[in-house]
Nanobody, 125 residues
Framework: QVRLVESGGGLVQAGGSLRLSCAAS???????????MGWYRQAPGKQRELVAA???????NYADSVKGRFTISRVNAKNTVYLQMTSLKPEDTAVYYC????????????????WGQGTQVTVSS
């Protein structure tokens, strides 16, 4: 099993910035590799959507709505992914979830996907 722990959410005024962090750790073993890590968000009454993702090689993918404002980065050695959010807008308000895709550990060699518990981001106008 793998646990994803998110931090960095909160309340910010429109135009402000926040930085989200997500660290993956094995609860019963060591993580060998993670294919991709990403951030999704879900606003009330809406479906969960991809915000940004980054591969183990550093290739990034962003939702059109956040391009130019958000930056995703990753430290593979720490199994950690970050999301730097700038120029925040009220429509960015949502619960942000961290995702780790294709995780392999020493106790489970099958690629599995994991989700964090979510962190609330609220942008006031």
């Amino acid at each position: 099993q793998v646990r994803l722990v998110e931090s960095g959410g909160g309340l910010v005024q429109a135009g402000g910035s926040l930085r989200l962090s997500c660290a993956a750790s094995g609860t019963s073993g060591i993580i060998f590799s993670i294919n991709a890590m990403g951030w999704y968000r879900q606003a009330p009454g809406k479906q969960r959507e991809l915000v940004a993702a980054i591969s183990s090689g550093g290739t990034t993918n962003y939702a059109d709505s956040v391009k130019g404002r958000f930056t995703i980065s990753r430290v593979n050695a720490k199994n950690t992914v970050y999301l730097q959010m700038t120029s925040l807008k009220p429509e960015d308000t949502a619960v942000y979830y961290c995702n780790a895709e294709g995780v392999v550990t020493d106790t489970d060699l099958r690629k599995r996907d994991y989700w964090g518990q979510g962190t609330q981001v609220t942008v006031s106008s």
